[in-house]
């Protein structure tokens, strides 16, 4: 499965921005997709992530009712709206790839390892 990640850009604290991530290649296996960022001088963190059939989504607590992930599988599209958007969400943004089960714990679902599949990020900036 080939990743590629769009969308991202320089917007003001409090605005919404939505991010895709496209997916080709292999994809008729069913996978997983999450979103990671990273931010200058930080490790890659977890964000948000939806199994298969958009059934199960998961976020971190600093983006939970702010953030929402989804998929059209029919387009192999994945999307993450970002509304309320704040300066420390300012990262290049990832989407990943498994087809792992994601459901079965917490550390599995965050850990980078996981996703076998990486797209190249997309740069998100928001001013204060």
């Known amino acids: 499965v080939q990743l590629q990640a769009s969308g991202g850009g320089l917007v003001q604290a409090g605005d919404s921005l939505r991010v895709s991530c496209t997916a080709s290649?292999?994809?008729?296996?069913?996978?997983?997709v999450a979103w990671f960022r990273q931010a200058p001088g930080k490790e890659r963190a977890f964000v948000a992530a939806?199994?298969?059939?958009?059934?199960?989504?998961y976020y971190t607590n600093s983006v939970k009712g702010r953030f929402t992930v989804s998929r059209d599988n029919s387009k192999n599209m994945i999307y993450l709206q970002m509304n309320s958007l704040k300066p420390e969400d300012t990262a290049v943004y990832y989407c990943a790839a498994t087809e792992s089960q994601i459901t079965l714990s917490l550390l599995h679902r965050t850990n980078p390892n996981t996703y076998t599949y990486w797209g190249q990020g997309t740069q998100v900036t928001v001013s204060s």
């Open positions: 290649g292999r994809t008729s296996s069913r996978y997983a």
């Open positions: 939806i199994t298969w059939s958009g059934a199960n989504t």
